[in-house]
């Protein structure tokens, strides 16, 4: 018997008796067989990150040529890795990160057209999945790279952190690219916190007790438990995808129900169809941690965290009060990448990102995770469900806030020359009631935007969608009626009454008192504007003077009590 049948043999035995595909089994094979290797690559000596490389490598190389047999496109990979590594040493000019982005994406792109042309389904693991991974990591470092040779003065805080000032050998840059718990399926990191990894400087700022151990304590537990939470997810999406994926909507039986019944189902949908990445990158982010990586400090009670690997907060998915917290707790190094090496590349220095920006941002995304015309439908209409996610967040979220939330940030240093501080803001039933809407309609919407990035096809996402009732384009739609019709002005002005009593709703917060600042009441300043909302820097200043009069009111009243 040949070898390869040998190896297969068991995959197709569970495959047969789970609902999976042998590839599938075999993907959540290397996802747990990476947690005792993780164990043997901490183990490793610490000094010694030559040998930490090489581990690296031969896991991946079984992975990709013994276990899936991906011959031509793991060939391909090393292929683009080497071109990176050299063209970013060879190449000294500012164009140098956009030829490698354009190489490694153009690269992905023509992979992903291939997958669609081949009609190559979820059941069968092919080299894209991969690539797609290490396509982060390629340009990531390019542009690390760059940053290295530019002035600190003209670079960000995070651009300083990742920039690369000493190439790494080409056994490290490979060992990076192809870190063995992240090679399949799993997350990004910069190639400095990696080397920091392999010679375990990346626990220097830990414990004094646990820097007697060279790690950390807690490190297996938080590992286990998400790895025995992506285990719990993969259960879940195994038993329940065959009834609920967003494939039953086009059944003849789906009209059967009422409009209603509908919705509230396509949410149950759009859970379990998350469930198959909850699953995935949990045990991917389990075994990165036990190799050492993603520590992020203690937590108040000195326990050691480790978040700085993590690809989503599943609580903060299923339960986000808006769209922005949804985005920013989904595919969460995916989303860093498009920051750092999209958004911010594209907007030209001294200038703030505008339109161009958040359009190539949400293009080079869509040809990241392929060429389905479902995936461009979900990010097309992704950008007008930002738009008035942020229409909500300006004009209607102040009016639920106590007027300690609106407050210009200088208060609290004003305050705190007189030893005053804000007491914490109370959370109102009106501000419950918004957070608990903002919840619905952010789940409802996205379980709506998310159908044709499963569907995969322009008229299955069609009709999905109408046969749902085509409920969220009304949501969206009526938003931008609401608020460019009419209702964002006079939410505005509702806003601007509040922020003006603000400054004397504080102080009576603060001092049991009601005062107002002098400059907020006289005529000079009427016609003026700033009678209804000054600019921020003025209401500052304004309620600077306003501490300080209602400080020095305080004394002469203690002053008058005392004689």
Same mark, same amino acid.
């Given at each position: 018997?040949?070898?390869?049948?040998?190896?297969?043999?068991?995959?197709?035995?569970?495959?047969?008796?789970?609902?999976?595909?042998?590839?599938?089994?075999?993907?959540?094979?290397?996802?747990?067989?990476?947690?005792?290797?993780?164990?043997?690559?901490?183990?490793?000596?610490?000094?010694?990150?030559?040998? *930490?490389?090489?581990?690296?490598?031969?896991?991946?190389?079984?992975?990709?040529?013994?276990?899936?047999?991906?011959?031509?496109?793991?060939?391909?990979?090393?292929?683009?890795?080497?071109?990176?590594?050299?063209?970013?040493?060879?190449?000294?000019?500012?164009?140098?990160?956009?030829?490698?982005?354009?190489?490694?994406?153009?690269?992905?792109?023509?992979?992903?057209?291939?997958?669609?042309?081949?009609?190559?389904?979820?059941?069968?693991?092919?080299?894209?999945?991969?690539?797609?991974?290490?396509?982060?990591?390629?340009?990531?470092?390019?542009?690390?790279?760059?940053?290295?040779?530019?002035?600190?003065?003209?670079?960000?805080?995070?651009?300083?952190?990742?920039?690369?000032?000493?190439?790494?050998?080409?056994?490290?840059?490979?060992?990076?690219?192809?870190?063995?718990?992240?090679?399949?399926?799993?997350?990004?990191?910069?190639?400095?916190?990696?080397?920091?990894?392999?010679?375990?400087?990346?626990?220097?700022?830990?414990?004094?007790?646990?820097?007697?151990?060279?790690?950390?304590?807690?490190? *297996?537990?938080?590992?286990?438990?998400?790895?025995?939470?992506?285990?719990?997810?993969?259960?879940?999406?195994?038993?329940?995808?065959?009834?609920?994926?967003?494939?039953?909507?086009?059944?003849?039986?789906?009209?059967?129900?009422?409009?209603?019944?509908?919705?509230?189902?396509?949410?149950?949908?759009?859970?379990?169809?998350?469930? *198959?990445?909850?699953?995935?990158?949990?045990?991917?982010?389990?075994?990165?941690?036990?190799?050492?990586?993603?520590?992020?400090?203690?937590?108040?009670?000195?326990?050691?965290?480790?978040?700085?690997?993590?690809?989503?907060?599943?609580?903060?998915?299923?339960?986000?009060?808006?769209?922005?917290?949804?985005?920013?707790?989904?595919?969460?190094?995916?989303?860093?990448?498009?920051?750092?090496?999209?958004?911010?590349?594209?907007?030209?220095?001294?200038?703030?990102?505008?339109?161009?920006?958040?359009?190539?941002?949400?293009?080079?995304?869509?040809?990241?995770?392929?060429?389905?015309?479902?995936?461009?439908?979900?990010?097309?209409?992704?950008?007008?469900?930002?738009?008035?996610?942020?229409?909500?967040?300006?004009?209607?979220?102040?009016?639920?806030?106590?007027?300690?939330?609106?407050?210009?940030?200088?208060?609290?240093?004003?305050?705190?020359?007189?030893?005053?501080?804000?007491?914490?803001?109370?959370?109102?039933?009106?501000?419950?009631?918004?957070?608990?809407?903002?919840?619905?309609?952010?789940?409802?919407?996205?379980?709506?935007?998310?159908?044709?990035?499963?569907?995969?096809?322009?008229?299955?996402?069609?009709?999905?969608?109408?046969?749902?009732?085509?409920?969220?384009?009304?949501?969206?739609?009526?938003?931008?009626?609401?608020?460019?019709?009419?209702?964002?002005?006079?939410?505005?002005?509702?806003?601007?009454?509040?922020?003006?009593?603000?400054?004397?709703?504080?102080?009576?917060?603060?001092?049991?008192?009601?005062?107002?600042?002098?400059?907020?009441?006289?005529?000079?300043?009427?016609?003026?504007?700033?009678?209804?909302?000054?600019?921020?820097?003025?209401?500052?200043?304004?309620?600077?003077?306003?501490?300080?009069?209602?400080?020095?009111?305080?004394?002469?009243?203690?002053?008058?009590?005392?004689?």
């Amino acid at each position: 018997m040949h070898i390869t049948s040998i190896i297969d043999q068991p995959f197709r035995y569970a495959s047969s008796i789970l609902n999976a595909s042998p590839d599938q089994i075999k993907l959540i094979f290397c996802l747990l067989v990476d947690y005792p290797l993780a164990n043997i690559f901490i183990r490793l000596p610490k000094g010694n990150a030559t040998l *930490k490389h090489y581990f690296n490598l031969s896991i991946s190389t079984f992975y990709m040529f013994g276990l899936f047999r991906l011959y031509s496109g793991a060939t391909q990979l090393l292929a683009c890795a080497l071109a990176t590594y050299f063209i970013a040493k060879i190449d000294r000019s500012k164009n140098m990160p956009w030829i490698v982005f354009a190489g490694v994406m153009g690269h992905l792109f023509i992979n992903h057209i291939y997958r669609t042309l081949n009609k190559v389904t979820l059941d069968d693991f092919d080299i894209t999945g991969p690539q797609m991974v290490l396509s982060l990591k390629l340009t990531s470092y390019a542009w690390s790279v760059w940053d290295g040779r530019r002035s600190v003065n003209e670079l960000d805080k995070g651009q300083v952190a990742a920039r690369i000032v000493k190439e790494p050998s080409l056994l490290a840059f490979l060992g990076y690219a192809f870190y063995f718990p992240a090679i399949l399926v799993g997350h990004s990191s910069d190639l400095n916190t990696y080397m920091a990894l392999t010679d375990g400087t990346i626990f220097d700022t830990c414990k004094e007790e646990d820097a007697k151990r060279h790690v950390p304590r807690g490190r *297996k537990r938080v590992a286990y438990k998400r790895g025995l939470l992506g285990l719990v997810f993969l259960g879940i999406f195994s038993f329940l995808s065959p009834y609920f994926m967003y494939s039953r909507v086009l059944r003849d039986e789906w009209l059967n129900h009422t409009l209603l019944a509908r919705i509230a189902m396509v949410q149950f949908i759009g859970f379990i169809e998350r469930t *198959k990445y909850y699953g995935v990158w949990k045990l991917s982010e389990g075994a990165c941690i036990v190799t050492g990586l993603g520590f992020s400090g203690y937590d108040a009670q000195g326990n050691s965290t480790w978040d700085n690997i993590a690809n989503v907060n599943i609580p903060w998915v299923e339960l986000a009060p808006n769209f922005k917290i949804l985005l920013d707790s989904w595919n969460i190094r995916t989303n860093i990448w498009l920051r750092e090496c999209v958004y911010k590349r594209v907007t030209p220095q001294g200038t703030k990102p505008g339109f161009q920006s958040t359009f190539l941002t949400f293009f080079t995304s869509a040809v990241w995770h392929g060429t389905y015309s479902g995936y461009y439908l979900t990010f097309l209409f992704g950008g007008f469900v930002q738009p008035a996610a942020r229409l909500a967040r300006t004009y209607l979220r102040p009016l639920f806030l106590s007027p300690l939330e609106i407050l210009p940030p200088k208060l609290p240093d004003a305050l705190a020359k007189h030893n005053l501080t804000i007491p914490a803001p109370p959370r109102s039933l009106f501000k419950i009631i918004y957070d608990v809407l903002g919840t619905v309609v952010t789940i409802l919407v996205l379980n709506y935007v998310a159908g044709p990035f499963t569907l995969w096809y322009w008229n299955r996402s069609l009709e999905a969608w109408r046969r749902m009732g085509w409920y969220g384009f009304w949501i969206i739609g009526l938003a931008f009626v609401f608020f460019y019709g009419g209702g964002g002005a006079a939410c505005k002005r509702l806003k601007e009454e509040r922020v003006k009593r603000a400054p004397k709703d504080v102080a009576k917060e603060i001092v049991g008192e009601n005062y107002i600042h002098p400059t907020l009441r006289t005529d000079e300043m009427k016609g003026t504007g700033l009678q209804n909302i000054p600019p921020v820097d003025q209401v500052a200043l304004e309620i600077e003077e306003l501490v300080e009069k209602l400080v020095d009111t305080l004394r002469k009243e203690a002053l008058k009590k005392q004689r």
